[in-house]
Every structure is written in structure tokens, then in C-alpha cells.
Nanobody, 125 residues
Framework: VRLQQSGPGLVKPSQTLSLTCAVS??????????WSWIRQAPGKGTEWIGA???????YYRPSLKSRTSISRDTSKNTLYLQMNSLKPEDTAVYYC??????????????????WGQGTQVTVSS
């Protein structure tokens, strides 16, 4: 599975982040994978943001749920992350990732099967 990310690297505070993850080598509707968004901030640990299942069900980190939306376009086999009201502490490298295991298991060690290349997102005016 190949995950190709795209999106802006610099976002101003209070604005919305929009990232895209184009998937090849597997269908996002396949009853096999959970498709997650993850971030790594400087000096902080890896943080799971949320996920979308093959059926389109979404799951979010509780602390980010109110300002995060994960969606998909099945015709393009593409995933999307939107996060609004960005703050400087949202500065991180953002990844899309795929794994067949339940999210609670995959996020124990973040040993996901497949990863996008990562997008450095800096929140600054």
C-alpha cells in the first residue's frame, strides 16, 4: 500500500488545515484496513488524531474531536484531514497511515503497516 500526502506546510493560527492522502495498492473500502491520521510534534510523542474505516465510520482522539474531520472520496481512493482553529501547538509532522488491526492495538507502538511520507505543518503568523 502506498500513501501519498499533499497539503500546505504553513498555516496561520485560527485557520484550517487541509491534508490529502492518496492511496494506491489497496482500496480504502476494502474490509481490511483502518486509515489513520497521526502527528509527531517536536519534543512530544506520537499522537493518533483519528481514523476512518473501510465502511466510512470515523473515530477521533477525544481532545481533538471538536475541531477535526476525517473524510474520504471513494471514487478517488483518497483520504482527507481537516483540522480547524489551529494553534501553534498543532505544529507537527502529520502522517496518514494504514493498518489492519484495531486502532487500540496499532497505536500501542505505532507500528502501522504503511505510512505516508509525512507533511511538516507549521502553525505561525
Amino acid at each position: 500500500v502506498r500513501l501519498q500526502q499533499s497539503g500546505p506546510g504553513l498555516v496561520k493560527p485560527s485557520q484550517t488545515l487541509s491534508l490529502t492522502c492518496a492511496v494506491s495498492g489497496a482500496s480504502i473500502t476494502s474490509e481490511y484496513y483502518f486509515w489513520s491520521w497521526i502527528r509527531q510534534a517536536p519534543g512530544k510523542g506520537t499522537e493518533w488524531i483519528g481514523a476512518i474505516s473501510y465502511s466510512g465510520s470515523t473515530y477521533y482522539r477525544p481532545s481533538l474531536k471538536s475541531r477535526t474531520s476525517i473524510s474520504r472520496d471513494t471514487s478517488k481512493n483518497t483520504l482527507y484531514l481537516q483540522m480547524n482553529s489551529l494553534k501553534p501547538e498543532d505544529t507537527a509532522v502529520y502522517y496518514c497511515a494504514a493498518d489492519p488491526r484495531q486502532i487500540t492495538i496499532a497505536t500501542l507502538n505505532f507500528d502501522f503497516d504503511s505510512w505516508g511520507q509525512g507533511t511538516q505543518v507549521t502553525v505561525s503568523s
